[in-house]
């Protein structure tokens, strides 16, 4: 057979070694800019300070549907970019070979399109060789033929190396010293010369699958010839290289690709990179969160494309550079909020009017912080106010300058997270708006091109925020363009009270709300986690209605109040928090005050199992009953000095709002209440339904049987992303 066997190429891309790390830039560069200016601390850049890490050593195979995309577009040359992995959410660059996320920042890895493979460094993983070297092995492959028969070298015969035997330590029971005739060995070889700058290595191929990269050097020969002799010809003493991906499979227990990245990341050995104590803490922070982002370039569940009818958009709080110090990654977060609804989904779609509907939920991240300049950071300078430059103007000091020595850990938490609130709170808000909705833009067109089936399908599009990013979500939602009717119903002269319900802040002939670039769709639900929202509102003196209520003269003149009124442009709101979350505040009495007056937050089912799960099993039965009840009891109660008076009688369509509430509720023992009091109880709770369908706003997570409050204070705020029950409750409300 003079056709060689059939060459089937497998693409790879590296999860260990990044080519550019943005992230990491930016740490590396704070810490330069804040560590001492000495001769002895200055470390001069290397040449290779633009590459962060040498060769990969840990690589993964795409899917065997991403494999077919691949060598598709690059047999075609069409297109230069493909999506992959799950859920298409990153690309590779097929003429760059790199693949990096398609809708957020993210580090870049090496893609290679392989043919031949070795060993790592280490020896316990196979690797794809660099596809230039494999291009040459193939042609001396070619060349040489060894696929036409097996390949047994046999021992070399006893010869002269420099006219001496050369004895070897610890072989001294051989019968015949180890030598060697480099005439009669290359004779009987397979030889393939290496070009430059590698002129003393060469291949020799052994069989149809199998070759060994070997030296031309006498340390190399005498190596070659005591493994052929204790190996019985199986091994060449050089690094072995195999023909084609399925034969690595086929001979090795170890081959690339065997397990699911998190099999591999949590049983593998050979991918847990070990810590030394010389490690420093940056060093174990990269370390982590390159476990992380192996986790997230998943690509083991990717053969199927999902069909996406329901997009969340996530927008980060407070301390995003914090996290990124630390070693975090918001977009892990992410990933794992993904990962834990496609694994509930099943049982929490099952208690839905639509058991048997399919997950359609996607999840992307919008990321902010690093885009805003706020003048106070080194990091934020500009020319003008370069201190190595004694002929500009002193310009405004950075944060650092102003910054008292010690206590630094501290320090650094306050000028990394905390800072953020009070600049939230100045001029930079509309920083943070204008570059979150130009974001948001950007991610959902990106979105709409590479799933063109959304919109045909209904597709709906939700904004989650979490800390300060829900308090910019409900901030770009009021500030969305009010429509016609609705601006001329806010503005109308003759109704001059409309006027006190909408703050400058908010008005939208606000200055800063015109020059706002507008969403490009319409929002269905926000869903504030963990959210300051309340107490920013409260300090502003503000409330909270729903744009319905301009279509609705009843409910909205009879409610005067000389407080303004914020809009948010959706139709549902679902603040969700953690009781002992010390960031997080109530919503509902900023909507009805005292309907909400004793109504408590609305539990969310609990779903993590435990003592907690068999103990809850009837305490759900009738809450939202019971604890409607008891806001209506108060409501009324609140008017007991009041009685009726006969041209006060409600109006039938005011009873028939109160008996819509729980029939269980009597009212034979209650003092009568005034018009006033039930206007204010039906205009209440329908001012909560306006705001979202199920009557309520604020719901809580409930806490494990042996959970404490206080202990878990300092963790709740940032454990929502993996919390079983917010994910289940996500997947409900989206598809209710």
């Not at 070759?211 to 050089?238: C, P, Y």
């Not at 009879?558 to 603040?575: K, L, M, Q």
């Not at 099993?617 to 108060?634: L, Q």
Request: charged share 25%; glycine share 6%.
């Amino acid at each position: 057979m003079s056709t060689p066997p059939p060459l089937h190429y497998y693409w790879f891309h590296a999860v260990d070694k990044p080519l550019s790390d943005p992230i990491q830039q930016r740490r590396e560069q704070k810490q330069q800019q804040t560590a001492p200016l000495s001769p002895t601390t200055v470390k001069p850049p290397s040449e290779d300070s633009s590459k962060l890490n040498s060769t990969p050593q840990k690589w993964v195979r795409f899917s065997t549907r991403d494999n077919e995309l691949l060598e598709q577009a690059f047999q075609t040359g069409t297109p230069k970019t493909v999506l992959v992995n799950e859920d298409q959410l990153f690309e590779v660059d097929i003429d760059k070979r790199v693949i990096s996320a398609a809708y957020w920042e993210s580090a870049v890895y090496k893609v290679c399109r392989a043919t031949w493979f070795t060993r790592g460094k280490d020896g316990s993983q196979w690797m794809p060789c660099d596809e230039e070297f494999a291009q040459h092995i193939e042609e001396g492959y070619r060349e040489h033929k060894p696929w036409k028969t097996d390949i047994h070298i046999p021992i070399i015969p006893a010869a002269s190396i420099a006219d001496a035997p050369v004895h070897m330590p610890g072989f001294d029971g051989l019968d015949t010293p180890l030598t060697l005739d480099d005439a009669e060995a290359s004779s009987m070889e397979m030889k393939w010369q290496l070009a430059d700058p590698n002129t003393e290595d060469y291949i020799v191929y052994t069989s149809a699958d199998t070759a060994w990269l070997l030296s031309d050097t006498t340390t190399s020969r005498i190596t070659k010839s005591i493994f052929m002799t204790l190996t019985n010809n199986q091994n060449l003493g050089g690094t072995r290289l195999i023909r084609g991906y399925p034969e690595v499979k086929q001979g090795e227990s170890v081959g690339i690709g065997s397990k699911s990245r998190q099999q591999s990341i949590s049983e593998g050995s050979e991918d847990k990179e070990p810590v030394s104590p010389e490690m420093t803490d940056s060093e174990m922070k990269d370390s982590e969160r390159r476990k992380q982002e192996m986790e997230d370039y998943e690509n083991e569940k990717s053969e199927d494309t999902r069909e996406i009818d329901h997009l969340i958009i996530c927008i980060h709080g407070i301390g995003q550079k914090m996290t990124e110090r630390l070693g975090l990654n918001f977009i892990h977060d992410i990933n794992v909020l993904r990962r834990g609804i496609k694994e509930i989904f099943a049982a929490s779609i099952a208690v839905t009017p639509n058991p048997k509907k399919k997950n359609g939920i996607q999840v992307l991240p919008i990321l902010w912080r690093h885009q805003i300049r706020f003048g106070l950071g080194n990091e934020d300078e500009d020319e003008k106010n370069d201190m190595s430059r004694p002929d500009v103007e002193e310009g405004q000091p950075t944060l650092e300058e102003l910054t008292i020595d010690g206590v630094q850990s501290i320090r650094n938490i306050v000028s990394d997270a905390l800072l953020d609130i009070p600049l939230y709170m100045t001029k930079y808000r509309d920083q943070m708006l204008s570059i979150i909705s130009g974001e948001i833009n950007r991610v959902y067109n990106r979105f709409l091109r590479n799933n063109p089936g959304f919109l045909a399908r209904g597709g709906k599009v939700s904004v989650l925020g979490h800390s300060l990013g829900s308090a910019l979500a409900f901030d770009l939602l009021t500030l969305q363009p009010f429509d016609e009717g609705e601006k001329a119903r806010v503005l109308d002269g003759e109704n001059r009270k409309n006027r006190s319900y909408i703050s400058s802040q908010y008005n939208p002939h606000d200055e800063f709300a015109d020059r706002l670039p507008p969403l490009n769709f319409t929002i269905e639900n926000l869903f504030c986690l963990g959210s300051p929202v309340g107490l920013f509102l409260l300090i502003k003196g503000s409330k909270i209605a729903s744009r319905k209520l301009l279509q609705h003269d009843r409910l909205h003149l009879e409610s005067p109040s000389a407080n303004p009124v914020c809009y948010p442009d959706c139709e549902n709101i679902f603040n969700i928090f953690y009781r002992s979350d010390p960031v997080a505040y109530r919503l509902e009495p900023l909507i009805a005050r005292h309907y909400t007056a004793n109504l408590k937050p609305e539990p969310i089912p609990y779903h993590k199992g435990g003592l907690k799960g068999i103990f809850d099993a009837g305490y759900n039965v009738g809450s939202d009953i019971a604890s409607k009840a008891e806001a209506v009891i108060f409501s009324l109660r609140s008017s007991a000095t009041s009685w009726f008076r006969r041209d006060e009688m409600p109006t039938a369509e005011q009873r028939d709002t109160i008996l819509d509430e729980p029939e269980e509720i009597s009212m034979s023992n209650l003092p009568p209440p005034t018009p006033t009091t039930m206007r204010s109880y039906a205009t209440g709770a329908e001012r909560l339904r306006m705001l979202n369908s199920t009557g309520r706003v604020d719901y809580f997570i409930q806490e494990g049987i042996l959970e404490n409050s206080y202990l878990s204070a300092l963790q709740s705020h940032l454990s929502y992303w993996n919390d079983t029950d917010v994910a289940a409750f996500l997947i409900r409300s989206v598809y209710k």
